[in-house]
């Protein structure tokens, strides 16, 4: 495999990554990155690959992700393909090629890629780490989902989590990962047990609305229990919920 363009590494830094700053957390700089060094791992895993187009796609595939999250992947394509520069390191064929790239990376999507670029960035794009998936579900949904108390963006990220990683996943990989193995057994065991997983979401994302000498009594005072009313939540989740909407509405009536 051919090393990088210069030029066009160089123009891919300067000109498109920090578009990124305009996305949120989850979907920055830093995931951008991530899924560029992942992607160039897996190139390696198919024959005849151009690490520029791999470069090229895994620096584009997020980056209408801010203009609209759901048709991102068409739009990112669409960015890339109209982009003039990219006429100068790509022929036709190439362009397209990348731009179907772009458009299969979702893990959503119902057909397998069309290519082994679309297969390699679909591959990389999938999270690796349970801080980071609970702190890109926490992130989107501060965003997106404003009227959301703790304990629904609790359960808002258990039950996405459940569905896109769970036994009954739909995010598909194309690639030997190993860490991608590993996470989807760290997933089945914090999926086990919601209280746990409550616990986890709020020390990832530093949520300290409460005093931490007080959660800590919280938690330890209502350990394995539940809610009467709510078999399946833990007792936890009630005091936390109630404490984190009484702190909003105080920082609403300022």
């Known amino acids: 495999m051919k090393p990088f363009n210069s030029d066009l590494k160089d123009y891919i830094e300067q000109q498109i990554l920090p578009i990124y700053e305009n996305n949120d957390s989850g979907h920055g700089i830093e995931h951008v990155q991530y899924v560029v060094k992942r992607s160039l791992k897996f190139a390696s895993q198919f024959p005849n690959i151009n690490l520029d187009m791999v470069y090229v796609i895994a620096s584009f595939h997020d980056i209408a992700h801010h203009i609209d999250k759901d048709n991102h992947e068409i739009l990112s394509a669409k960015l890339f393909y109209e982009n003039e520069k990219m006429k100068d390191f790509f022929d036709d064929k190439q362009r397209k090629t990348i731009k179907e790239a772009i458009e299969d990376h979702r893990a959503s999507l119902e057909y397998e890629p069309r290519s082994d670029y679309g297969k390699i960035i679909s591959s990389a794009d999938r999270t690796t780490s349970i801080d980071s998936v609970l702190q890109r579900t926490h992130s989107y949904t501060t965003k997106h989902y404003l009227d959301l108390d703790l304990y629904q963006m609790i359960e808002r990220s258990y039950n996405y989590i459940l569905k896109k990683y769970g036994n009954n996943d739909y995010a598909k990989n194309y690639c030997c990962d190993d860490e991608y193995e590993q996470f989807k057994k760290d997933v089945e065991t914090i999926l086990k047990d919601k209280w746990k997983f409550a616990k986890k979401y709020l020390e990832v994302n530093r949520i300290t609305d409460l005093k931490e000498k007080a959660k800590i009594f919280a938690i330890n005072a209502h350990m394995g229990q539940i809610r ?15 404490v984190w909407a009484a702190k909003t509405k105080k920082r609403e009536d300022r």
């Open 228 to 242: 009467k009313s709510e078999p399946d939540k833990p007792m936890i989740i009630h005091p936390i919920s109630v």
